[in-house]
């Protein structure tokens, strides 16, 4: 059965002090694995695509890298800005709209 | 254009009643996505049209629930005699096909609460 587990449920850092979220999957054929980011009250916003092992991605503080089994979500020297869920997902298998997300990691950064 | 709109964004309704949620989503995309989202868990897929045709329906998505996608415009989703169990925040995305790199485009939902 395709899964996505996301870990850690919650993270709480201080401002510029760096980490990494993990997003661990199982799927028969990986299509793609996607990054959001949601604020309270509001719908995902798209971050990255990952397609392929070995694959990254920036954008500004946030490094997403892909590997057989997994994904991170590297931030570094984080801002207050950056806290929200950050959500994982990827395609089911045989779907070509079904998005298979993970419970999220709730990011907080104290100033 | 202002990205994926939802209407509205909140509804209270009391169990047994039906209740309808409007998506418009961007022009340019022709598919239109339907989630629900409950708190502290991860968007759950319900059903997706490519232009008018809904190609694909989750098994949550039980007889007491309908989406439509007339003309291959806006979206509406119906749910008939609510139950506190359909409490939930429905999230509508829209893409474009064949640009999967570009992810989906979120609305910022409609919160439904069922009392």
């Known amino acids: 059965e395709d899964q996505v587990t996301q870990s850690p449920e919650a993270l709480r850092l201080q401002e510029g002090e760096s980490s990494s979220l993990n997003c661990s999957y199982t799927?028969?054929?990986?299509?793609?694995l996607f990054w959001y980011r949601q604020d309270p009250g509001k719908g995902p916003e798209f971050l990255f695509t990952l397609y392929s092992a070995g694959e990254e991605k920036e954008k500004e503080r946030l490094k997403a890298t892909l590997t057989k089994k997994e994904s991170f979500l590297h931030i570094t020297a984080p801002k207050p800005e950056d806290s929200a869920t950050y959500l994982c997902?990827?395609?089911?298998?045989?779907?070509?709209?079904?998005?298979?997300f993970g419970k999220g990691t709730k990011l907080s950064v104290k100033p | 254009d202002t990205g994926v709109s939802q209407n509205p964004r909140h509804k209270i309704t009391k169990r047994g009643q039906n209740v309808t949620f409007r998506c418009d989503p961007i022009s340019e995309h022709n598919r239109l996505y339907w989630y629900r989202q409950t708190l502290g868990q991860g968007p759950e897929f319900l059903t997706y049209f490519q232009n008018e045709a809904q190609l694909e329906k989750s098994r949550l998505l039980s007889d007491r629930f309908s989406a439509e996608r007339p003309k291959g415009s806006f979206s509406t989703l119906e749910i008939q005699r609510t139950e506190q169990g359909d409490s939930a925040m429905y999230l509508c995305?829209?893409?474009?096909?064949?640009?999967?790199?570009?992810?989906?485009?979120f609305g910022s939902g409609t919160r439904l609460t069922v009392v």
């Open positions: 799927v028969s054929g990986l299509r793609g």
């Open positions: 995305a829209s893409s474009l096909r064949g640009r999967g790199a570009y992810g989906y485009t």
């Open positions: 997902a990827l395609p089911a298998g045989g779907s070509q709209g079904n998005l298979i």
